[in-house]
Antibody, heavy 120, light 112 residues
Framework: QITLKESGPTLVKPTQTLTLTCSFS??????????VGWIRQPPGKALEWLAV???????QYSTSLKSRVTITKDTSKNQVVLTMTNMGPVDTATYYC????????????WGQGTLVTVSS | DVVMTQSPLSLPVTLGQPASISCRSS???????????LNWFQQRPGQSPRRLIY???NRDSGVPDRFSGSGSGTDFTLKISRVEAEDVGVYYC?????????FGPGTKVEIK
């Protein structure tokens, strides 16, 4: 059974760096073609992919956020970490991590999400 | 980036009546492997998105057969044959053909 769970701060100040951790079980991030990605959703708004990392350490980033986002993995801990620099109020959102298979064209498993508010 | 649009953005429906949501992409979602990677997700209030349909018309396990997907190229449709109370929520299409994967703006389904 695949499960994912996000953790991190619920409140960050403007200009700070956000660090979120996705802890998962039921699969290995060292097995082809597994990947774990991050998706966010501002309150009442649509979903937006941020980044994904694959079993071979290949990474893909959002076109608009690539300068601010970094994704890394710790295979031994079954964790993926997202960092986003220079946070602002527009980055207030629920952040989800998700499991996907490269080349599958889809994402089937999502975490429960974690709400991050950016405010001074 | 591939831009996804949906219509309508709000869909009030009478219980037991059909509902239809349109999704369009700014470029063809047909991939070189012969597949078309168009997905539909349902997001109930306060919940994470749940995948309903993948590759245009393949229903996920446990998804009621009143949900169906169709389309090709740049035009796709999600249909609910008879809306039930548990279908209330926001429905998103998502293309998986090209990175970055992109979602439509969502269609809010509510009961009249």
């Amino acid at each position: 059974q695949i499960t994912l769970k996000e953790s991190g701060p619920t409140l960050v100040k403007p200009t700070q760096t956000l660090t979120l951790t996705c802890s998962f079980s039921g699969f290995s991030l060292s097995t082809s073609p597994v990947g774990v990605g991050w998706i966010r959703q501002p309150p009442g708004k649509a979903l937006e992919w941020l980044a994904v990392i694959y079993w071979n350490d290949d990474k893909q980033y959002s076109t608009s956020l690539k300068s601010r986002v970094t994704i890394t993995k710790d295979t031994s801990k079954n964790q993926v970490v997202l960092t986003m620099t220079n946070m602002g109020p527009v980055d207030t959102a629920t952040y989800y991590c998700a499991h996907r298979l490269r080349g599958s064209g889809t994402v089937a498993y999502w975490g429960q999400g974690t709400l991050v508010t950016v405010s001074s | 980036d591939v831009v996804m649009t949906q219509s309508p953005l709000s869909l009030p429906v009478t219980l037991g009546q059909p509902a239809s949501i349109s999704c369009r992409s700014s470029q063809s979602l047909a991939y070189s492997d012969g597949n078309t990677y168009l997905n539909w997700f349902q997001q109930r209030p306060g919940q994470s998105p749940r995948r309903l349909i993948y590759k245009v018309s393949n229903r996920d396990s446990g998804v009621p057969d009143r949900f169906s997907g169709s389309g090709s190229g740049t035009d796709f449709t999600l249909k609910i044959s008879r809306v039930e109370a548990e279908d209330v929520g926001v429905y998103y299409c998502m293309q998986g053909t090209q990175w970055p994967l992109t979602f439509g703006p969502g269609t809010k389904v509510e009961i009249k």
